[in-house]
């Protein structure tokens, strides 16, 4: 019998690197009792060490009744995880290793044990292929840290039973986690796929010369970045339209679809294309004027630099000089 | 004779729209005298309206000594920006209307005034081709709302006088922005080319029903996108590869790099760029451990989210309900 999602007391995790720790620790501070699997004993090791130094964070995010460090359990065989009611896979990524191991999970593990793996963009048809307890396997995409950023993709493969992707959305969504169930498999899922394209786009520039690693990072938080915290691509778009919004952006910004200003060529401008984006944004301001969506962007965006100002680390890329004297 | 940088007191601006009105807004809260020409006398019209609502916003960052509404004056030809010590200009993002204009200050406007382009993207070389005098154009890229985000790109044309992008360097900095002198002229600079690419990437998804506007702007507001208010692309991801930072980061993602995770394909993985980007990285951490950054970056994230959870926007997709309990 698989539990309940939000009954869930106990959570396995196999890998303790920084996608597993990051797991283990949004799931002790959480107040479950954590069970990690990693082949190196060292691993578990500096995940018991990560845990302890870290604990004053969660503290600060805020603890659940009955989270304590005595909840992680490093356990020595993947048998062991028979104990948790779910289990996170962080293992490399690396699609011959994944399959390996769903092989391996089809007898260590007792099928009814939904299987959820953090991959960044491999699709769970591909990892599920060659072991025969695909129903139960799914993907549970978190960003990192996962004790702090809230975003989980949830995807299931071709032969993943889809009470399984209703289980698994359940399950994160009471862990207090944002989540996109999607309908369908596409390599990288969403938010990789956007982020990818930058990150791409970023070691081209690095590799021709065009730009430094500071620039490109110094780019983004003293520019897009500090919107993208709270607007995305679209919205962010929707605002630089001005009254006229997402449909005079699309009108004015045409041309420069065809620029080459980054290596990846834009689709077709369609008509389609403008009508689902345009309801798109209009769906997200629900009937909101521009103006006042300006004023929290504005608010928003103060608020974000005052807070990073405060903390005034010794990172110069976070600083943001201009707000010291913010009221 | 050219006003120096850090005792202009007088800002002209071309256009009136979203960018051209943030900026005028942005040289008020500085105390500066603004004369604005735009074609339509509506939009200047309408960015008076903006000016008086956008105040308590600007009051907010912190008027300079002396900066008041009053200092807002629409002008009702090019000529009339002669009385300005730097003109920036905002002109439809369309080449041809680039230098049909520049071509008309030619005559408008005294040599000695730097005509400094918002311009998205545009090469100063192209936009400056037919004009004479192009020594003193120069492009001074913002982010909207110029008002707040602080990042500015200044590069020069082929014909561009080097000292005028000193210039323009030394007074967006006299301004309170965060500038970054370009070496080369790239197409999109560095900001826009990131920014660009993602937002392509969003366009094909959304083209191909891969996935909503709504879906691309939750993905990145709960996820990367906290990140990229504080740490870039590259800070990034050096984390995410634990103690062996961004060496072992681009190791463990190497393969992934051949995947179709974005439609931009990657660049080769050489020893040059991996150097560039590791020691990139490890010029940002000056020193500090990882951990230490691990440590920043997590009281960064917890900050912005808290003051975005204190708004508690309309919006639904800025709110982040995991952190309403944070102490």
């Not at 593990?109 to 939904?114: E, F, G, K, N, T």
């Not at 938010?191 to 021709?208: D, F, S, T, Y």
């Not at 630089?240 to 080459?260: D, Q, R, S, T, V």
């Amino acid at each position: 019998m698989r539990t309940t999602p939000e009954a869930v007391q106990k959570v396995g995790i196999i890998g303790a690197g920084v996608i597993g720790g990051g797991w283990a620790l949004h799931f002790l501070r959480l107040g479950k009792k954590v069970l990690v699997y990693d082949p190196s004993e060292a691993a578990g090791e500096h995940l018991r060490e990560t845990a302890k130094t870290t604990w004053p964070t969660l503290e600060r995010i805020g603890l659940a009744c009955g989270a304590c460090l005595e909840n992680l359990e490093l356990v020595s065989s993947l048998e062991a995880l028979n104990a948790a009611e779910v289990v996170q896979e962080n293992a490399p990524e690396d699609l011959e290793q994944k399959q390996a191991l769903y092989q391996e999970l089809d007898t260590a593990l007792d099928w009814d044990v939904p299987v959820l793996s953090s991959t960044s963009g491999f699709a769970m048809t591909d990892m599920q292929k060659t072991c025969r307890s695909a129903a139960r396997t799914c993907v549970g995409h978190p960003f990192n840290p996962p004790y702090i950023v809230p975003f989980v993709e949830v995807v299931g493969g071709e032969k993943t039973d889809p009470e399984t992707v209703r289980w698994a959305e359940a399950f994160y969504t009471a862990c207090e986690k944002k989540v996109i169930a999607m309908q369908r498999e596409l390599p990288g899922f969403i938010a990789n796929r956007l982020q990818e394209a930058l990150w791409r786009e970023a070691l081209h520039m690095v590799a021709e010369g065009e730009a430094t690693p500071e620039e490109i990072d110094a780019s983004i938080v003293y520019g897009p970045g500090l919107r993208w915290a709270f607007h995305g691509p679209c919205m962010t778009f929707h605002l630089a339209g001005g009254e006229g919004g997402m449909a005079h952006m699309l009108k004015h910004f045409e041309p420069a679809l065809k620029e080459p200003w980054t290596r990846l060529e834009a689709p077709e401008l369609s008509d389609t294309l403008r009508e689902r984006m345009v309801q798109g944004c209009e769906r997200q301001t629900a009937g909101r004027s521009i103006a006042e969506v300006v004023q929290e962007r504005d608010e928003c965006l103060i608020r974000v630099m005052q807070a990073l100002q405060e903390i005034q680390p010794t990172n110069p890329i976070a600083q943001k000089d201009a707000y010291a004297s913010c009221s």
